[in-house]
């Protein structure tokens, strides 16, 4: 694990994914480039740690292209929604 990643400390791969859930319940509630910004770092936390199911980190690691779309405050893709 690197220094950067260090900050997570111990918490769980379950405990990262919950964050995780957290932070996108918020996007979905106030969308902004900052919120979308933290749901990428969280999905990156969550694809890099060797502890989490390969199927989380799979996914993890698939949505963060996705949210890049909305970290870039793409309206038109909210609008889509």
Same mark, same amino acid.
């Given at each position: 694990?690197?220094?950067?990643?260090?900050?997570?400390?111990?918490?769980?791969?379950?405990?990262?994914?919950?964050?995780?859930?957290?932070?996108?319940?918020?996007? !979905?509630?106030?969308?902004?480039? *900052? $919120?979308?910004?933290?749901? &990428?770092?969280?999905?990156?936390?969550? =694809?890099?740690?060797?502890? !989490?199911?390969?199927?989380?980190? *799979? $996914?993890?690691?698939?949505? &963060?292209?996705?949210?890049?779309?909305? =970290?870039?405050?793409?309206?038109?893709?909210?609008?889509?929604?």
């Amino acid at each position: 694990m690197t220094t950067e990643h260090s900050a997570t400390g111990d918490a769980s791969p379950n405990m990262l994914a919950a964050a995780t859930l957290f932070v996108m319940t918020r996007f !979905a509630e106030r969308p902004c480039p *900052e $919120v979308a910004q933290m749901v &990428i770092r969280h999905l990156e936390v969550v =694809a890099e740690d060797e502890r !989490a199911d390969p199927l989380m980190r *799979e $996914v993890c690691d698939a949505l &963060i292209g996705r949210w890049s779309l909305h =970290a870039v405050g793409n309206a038109g893709l909210r609008a889509a929604h």
